[in-house]
């Protein structure tokens, strides 16, 4: 019997944040305890109602506390409407009256009271800025200790950078709160552009898996993803009408991950200037000894994703949206 991974979920939502969230829910693996949110693709307002939406109308009642609304230094930007919509979701024409409410506690809360009650338990998905695990990392310095682990859809190795030519968006909204997770110690994961931007998903996907399933989840989530797709057409016209699925790589990562190949290695954020952003990989791991301050032995070291098996990624994603998960929505 395989023990199902418990995760709590940090995200934006954000239309590759709602395919990420619905691959959990849909994937037998994976127990989403809780899902903090916080401001990126939308305001941290925005991204919980969101969350609460995209949760209740597949029919699953889970907690979702809200988060950091700026980031920990950097000024505070405008969220990405015309990538994302400016509702997070495409621009829904409409949405369907729920009856839920947010934990009263912070995400950065939430996410420590539960690692101090499943100690060595939880493993945190994060998709989006990271200030909600900087924050928490504040109140507990211990909790590297109490996760099992973290894997962040965050950061670049050898890609070019999406907001700058050497920036990931993720790691950019926040460089100082990505730069203290990345040095924080523990059992880290990321999970890239690198990576990320090899595997393609058409709006069709989305629209045969609406069309399979016939539930407002589904076609909300096809909704937005045509919408996204738009913005990567006007960018990358060679895709296709196509997008990204970046966010649901994370949780691809956490139950497939012999589907990716790895590098190791010392990871540092720079936090100011024309390369603000950019997360710098120790490429020789430790083998020389560098004088620059910041590049101590003793950084920890994260598990970069560098390759993927593209077909058996795509594969998985829909097999795993295709399933029999989707329950009655908990409308009013
Ligand atoms: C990341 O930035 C956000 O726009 C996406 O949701 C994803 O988490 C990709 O760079
Ligand atoms: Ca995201």
Redo the contacts with the bound molecule.
Sequence with gaps: MTTKHKVIFDT?P????AMALYFALAHPDIDILGITTIF??VTVQQATANALYLTRIAGYDIPVAGGAPVPLAKAAGMP?GF??GDDGLGNLDQRSAIDAQPESCSAAEYIVSMARAHPGEITLVA??PLANLGLALKIEPNLPKLLKRVIL??GTVTEPG?VSPVA???VWNDPDAADLVFTAGWNLTMVG?DV?HRVVLPSSFFVELAKKHNHLAMTTLSHAANFYCDFYKSIRPELGHAC?G??VLAFVCLVAPELFKTQEGRIRVVTDGIANGQTMMDKLNGKIFYPQPGWEPDKPVTHACMQVDVNACIQLIETTLAGNWLKAPLTV
């Design positions: 934006d954000g239309v590759d944040d990126g693709n990405p990538i994302h998709v989006a859809m965050a999406n990931e968006a993720n552009l990320t990204y970046h966010d």
